[in-house]
């Protein structure tokens, strides 16, 4: 038998900052998020976000939760918003990737949303399949 070689593999998830949400906007307010995929394998792998936390309706929207009150948002695999990333499943998409690479995660909270102030947060899974 030969010997076995198990791939050494690195995630990081930088994460989304939207800033200040402002009720009255009439534009969505964007950000940015990194995954960093470090591997010394070349197996092609699948990146998959999850719901969140928050979320049980799924993706469609994903939630932050800031006491009792919630706050519609997504993340997208485009800088457009068009799709959804998620876990492939209920209309959404995943990344798929070889080697080291970084993927942008494109976040997105539509507009007018009546919420009071405070802190708004999600806790989403990042999981890497090969």
């Known amino acids: 038998m030969g010997n076995t070689w198990a791939p050494k593999t690195y995630v990081n998830a930088i994460s989304v900052q939207f800033g200040t949400y402002n009720s009255y906007s009439h534009y969505p307010l964007l950000g940015t998020g990194r995954i960093i995929v470090v591997t010394d394998s070349s197996t092609p792998y699948i990146v998959r976000i999850d719901s969140g936390k928050n979320s049980s309706q ?27 990333w998620g876990d492939g499943t209920d209309n959404t998409y995943t990344r798929t990737g070889s080697g080291s690479l970084e993927f942008i995660i494109y976040g997105s909270i539509p507009a007018f949303q009546n919420v009071a102030p405070g802190f708004y947060s999600d806790v989403v899974t990042v999981s890497i399949e090969w």
Not at 60 to 66: A, C, E, I
Not at 67 to 84: E, F, H, M
């Open 58 to 84: 799924g993706f469609h929207p994903r939630l932050m939760r800031s006491k009792k009150d919630r706050l519609s948002y997504n993340l997208y695999i485009d800088a457009a918003c068009t799709g959804v």
